[in-house]
């Protein structure tokens, strides 16, 4: 059974949802994705992703009109397997078709950027054997749509899940995985700050990110990390 957070884009709430490996994800149309699939390799007992990345996929699945295999979906930053500030430690990024042909994978990757539901669909130029797409919004605390956003106190949502996870994995309690960048959340960022010389300031931008996710990526769970 997994625990699986859903930041609701339309509400701007923070969902959670319990789901058995074979039942289909929370939003997602006619059961085109399981649980299983989204997990891909990942052990996590808690998964996260927005109702607006699920509801791209449906969008994506609907127009193409055939199965759409796919390999890596979710993945915890410190489970590691993509680059550091991927959008698949969002919960929001799909690699997909490599069973495929390559005719077949031109086709989804058309679909995926004439829809425009998505945030980016990667040059095929750059996925040989794979299409990449996925719903990131917003501007990355380093500048451009990609990494993470700033995140400061009343912030929500899978960015969120990602600092919380690395903040807990570090031994900075936030007192819980939940999505919401409240009054602990805010403290650990500031005593991680001042343990690693950065500002004091509460705030994630793209200093706090860039130590913290170096820290995290790949190397595991620790005895903190919280489920």
Known sequence: MAKILVYNTV???????WRNENESMPYVWNNTMRVREFRGSSNSPTLWTTRQAMESWNATRQS???????????????????????????????????TLSSSQRRRIHTVASDLGVWGYV???????????????YGR?????????????????GVYVLI??????????????????????????VYNFQGDYGLARDGVCGCNTWTQI???VHGNGPSSTTVN
């Open 140 to 156: 990355g605390a380093c500048g451009g749509t990609a990494g993470y956003n700033t995140l400061y106190r009343g912030s929500k």
């Open 122 to 136: 990667e040059p095929l130029s750059m996925t040989p054997t794979w299409v990449h797409f996925d719903r990131r």
């Open 64 to 98: 193409y009109g055939s199965p759409i295999p796919f390999r890596y979906a979710f993945k915890r930053i410190w489970e590691g397997g993509h680059g550091r500030t991927s959008q698949h430690y969002r919960g929001v990024s799909f690699d997909v078709g490599q």
């Open 213 to 215: 996710t170096t820290l």
């Open 11 to 17: 509400t701007g709430n923070m969902e959670t949802f």
């Open 163 to 188: 600092l919380q996870d690395c903040l807990n994995t570090l031994g900075y309690s936030t007192a819980g995985l939940d999505g919401i960048f409240g009054g602990a959340t805010e403290r650990a």
